[in-house]
Every structure is written in C-alpha cells, then in structure tokens.
C-alpha cells in the first residue's frame, strides 16, 4: 500500500527527502510540499543541485501544482501548518523539514491540518521521542509526533550500540568532522551567539558544539550520560566522519570489534542503516551513500583491551535522509 506523504520544507533535507523517495522508496508517494518560495524556484531547485547532480526525471509546474514524472504534486506556501489542509490531498504524514516546527506543540498544527502522524528531521527542542531505525525504531508505540534525531545521532548510535551491547561503554567522547551545512557563512559575518561560527567556512576548520552524542544516551538510555561529543566543521560540500573515543567495560580486541561491526552490517535492521568497509577510501566515496553509518576498519586504532577509536562516515544530508524514510515507512505501518 501506498504511503502518502507532505513534506513541509524544502530545503536540502526536505529535497533530499523527495529525492530519496524518487529513486529508492517507491512504496512513499510525496501528495504535497509546502514552502515559501516560489514555485518556479523550488522547481529549479530540485532538478539541479551542485552536490548530488541533476534529477532523474521530469520537472515540470502547472499553476499550484509540481508535475514530476507526470505525477501532480500540491505545491502551497503558508507560513501556519494549521492552515495546509493535508486531510484536502489525502496526506497520512508530513515529514517535517523546516527546522522550525520541533516540538510536539507546533507539530499539533500539522494534525490539526489532516495529517495523522508528523516526523521531524532534525532533534526535538521538547521532550518529542527520538528514534534511530535500525537502533531503538522497535520501541516506538505509535505516537502521532517524533524526531528522527539528527544525521549525527543516526551515524554515531548504530557503532555504540553494536559497542555497547557486545562490551559495554563506560564513557566516551565524539567528534564529527562536519561538512559544511546552510549555517555557515562563505565569507566572515555576524554571528552573535557563536562568533567562530560566523567565520568564513571556505578559509578555516571551524569548532562548534554538537548535542548528536548527548541525543545518542535519549535513543539508548542504557548510554545516558556516558557520551558528549564536538564537531569541526570544515569546508566540503557533503560527507561527514564520526569519531568515536571510549573506554570499554570489558575488554576486546580491535579485530573483534571490526568482526562485530561487519556482523552487524550483515543482518537485521540495523543492516539498513550500518555498513561496513576495509577499503582505502576518502569522503567523496560515500556522497550518495543510503546507509547512515559506514563503519571504516581500516581508520579506527586501540591503544589496548579497553581503549578504542571508531571511525565512521555519513552522507549528512543523503544517508541521513534515508534512515530518516526508512523510520517513515515504520512509523506509518505501526
């Protein structure tokens, strides 16, 4: 069956959403896309993009509405969720992409308007469940609102899961090397509440602050309070990599871990999300990548029994995206 969707946003994440259900989610069907631009623009927008290359497919807009593929796809620009009418257009979710709208407070609105479940593309600002598929998505009970983390959360928590479950973490420490996102600027500008995130992203590696290792102890509270982490935001268009330091509960040889992580990318769930590779690669080599966590055994060191560093790579704005569908298709089938 058929899952009917609206997106509200369409920014990278919300076109990376519609891109992802074009070529690899062929059960989801985008009824509806709201956005304050114009249509012509959100059109050009999505056909071209400097990062992924050109859309497969025709784009076309007919009045208020996007034609893609021939499909007809309800194009609105309210400001309110309350006023999008998603029950008009027969829209069962709305993946929620403006990063406006996180709390289950402003959500409401999209529930108000017709849609009967919401999920959010970015951490919640409230107490919003948060899910990883493929790490804690079994646990959800049907509620109509919750976030589907951040692109870090869904790179960082599949390697602490398989770490903590087969030898427990005892704490640990996270750095992302983060490409660069929208908040950045391309040359120096103010930027009040984080003024080295004000400078220019073409001309310098950038520390900033990142909640992705905090949210991973909300998706795995057996991890709460054991993990913090930071990012260095640096000047690539995509592809982010996970740093992950911890001391062990017991001890294990860095060739287990690897075995474990490959185990783990080989069945169940989390095989959708965790992947795994010893090959000699760089971070271009993922750009378009589905998987939200591919673990590089080649990159990670041990200094002994109980002390290791995890590398992982993501594409943080495609594979992040696909997790994110694949907890959708949970989300509505539960």
Same mark, same amino acid.
């Given at each position: 069956?058929?899952?009917?969707?609206?997106?509200?946003?369409?920014?990278?994440?919300?076109?990376?959403?519609?891109?992802?259900?074009?070529?690899?989610?062929?059960?989801?069907?985008?009824?509806?896309?709201?956005?304050?631009?114009?249509?012509?623009?959100?059109?050009? +927008?999505?056909?071209?993009?400097?990062?992924?290359?050109?859309?497969?497919?025709?784009?076309?807009?007919?009045?208020?509405?996007?034609?893609?593929?021939?499909?007809?796809?309800?194009?609105?620009?309210?400001?309110?969720?309350?006023?999008?009418?998603?029950?008009?257009?027969?829209?069962?979710?709305?993946?929620?992409?403006?990063?406006?709208?996180?709390?289950?407070?402003?959500?409401?609105?999209?529930?108000?308007?017709?849609?009967?479940?919401?999920?959010?593309?970015?951490?919640?600002?409230?107490?919003?469940?948060?899910?990883?598929?493929?790490?804690?998505?079994?646990?959800?009970?049907?509620?109509?609102?919750?976030?589907?983390?951040?692109?870090?959360?869904?790179?960082?928590?599949?390697?602490?899961?398989?770490?903590?479950?087969?030898?427990?973490?005892?704490?640990?420490?996270?750095?992302?090397?983060?490409?660069?996102?929208?908040?950045?600027?391309?040359?120096?500008?103010?930027? +009040?509440?984080?003024?080295?995130?004000?400078?220019?992203?073409?001309?310098?590696?950038?520390?900033?602050?990142?909640?992705?290792?905090?949210?991973?102890?909300?998706?795995?509270?057996?991890?709460?309070?054991?993990?913090?982490?930071?990012?260095?935001?640096?000047?690539?268009?995509?592809? %982010?990599?996970?740093?992950?330091?911890?001391?062990?509960?017991?001890?294990? %040889?860095?060739?287990?871990?690897?075995?474990?992580?490959?185990?783990?990318?080989?069945?169940?769930?989390?095989?959708?999300?965790?992947?795994?590779?010893?090959?000699?690669?760089?971070?271009?080599?993922?750009?378009?990548?589905?998987?939200?966590?591919?673990?590089?055994?080649?990159?990670?060191?041990?200094?002994?029994?109980?002390?290791?560093?995890?590398?992982?790579?993501?594409?943080?704005?495609?594979?992040?995206?696909?997790?994110?569908?694949?907890?959708?298709?949970?989300?509505?089938?539960?």
């Amino acid at each position: 069956m058929t899952l009917k969707v609206g997106i509200n946003g369409f920014g990278r994440i919300g076109r990376m959403a519609f891109r992802a259900i074009a070529k690899d989610f062929s059960d989801i069907q985008v009824v509806g896309i709201n956005d304050l631009l114009d249509a012509d623009y959100l059109a050009y +927008m999505l056909k071209y993009d400097s990062v992924h290359g050109n859309f497969d497919g025709e784009i076309a807009v007919d009045g208020n509405n996007l034609v893609v593929n021939g499909n007809k796809i309800r194009l609105t620009a309210e400001r309110d969720p309350a006023n999008l009418a998603w029950s008009d257009i027969g829209a069962d979710l709305v993946i929620e992409c403006t990063g406006f709208f996180l709390t289950e407070e402003t959500c409401q609105k999209h529930i108000d308007a017709g849609a009967k479940k919401v999920v959010q593309s970015a951490p919640s600002k409230d107490g919003t469940p948060m899910f990883v598929y493929g790490v804690n998505h079994e646990t959800y009970a049907g509620q109509a609102i919750v976030s589907a983390a951040s692109c870090t959360t869904n790179c960082l928590a599949p390697i602490a899961k398989v770490l903590n479950d087969k030898w427990g973490i005892k704490r640990g420490l996270m750095t992302t090397v983060h490409a660069a996102t929208a908040t950045q600027k391309t040359v120096d500008g103010p930027s +009040m509440k984080d003024w080295r995130g004000g400078r220019g992203i073409l001309e310098n590696i950038i520390p900033s602050s990142t909640g992705a290792a905090k949210a991973v102890g909300v998706v795995l509270p057996e991890l709460n309070g054991k993990l913090t982490g930071m990012a260095f935001r640096v000047p690539t268009s995509d592809v %982010s990599v996970v740093d992950l330091t911890c001391e062990l509960e017991n001890e294990a %040889s860095y060739d287990d871990i690897c075995a474990a992580m490959k185990a783990a990318s080989e069945s169940g769930d989390i095989s959708k999300t965790l992947a795994y590779t010893d090959e000699k690669v760089v971070s271009t080599d993922f750009r378009g990548c589905g998987s939200s966590s591919i673990f590089d055994a080649g990159a990670g060191i041990a200094l002994d029994g109980t002390f290791v560093k995890l590398v992982s790579w993501y594409d943080n704005e495609y594979g992040y995206t696909c997790n994110m569908l694949r907890f959708v298709e949970h989300v509505a089938a539960n």
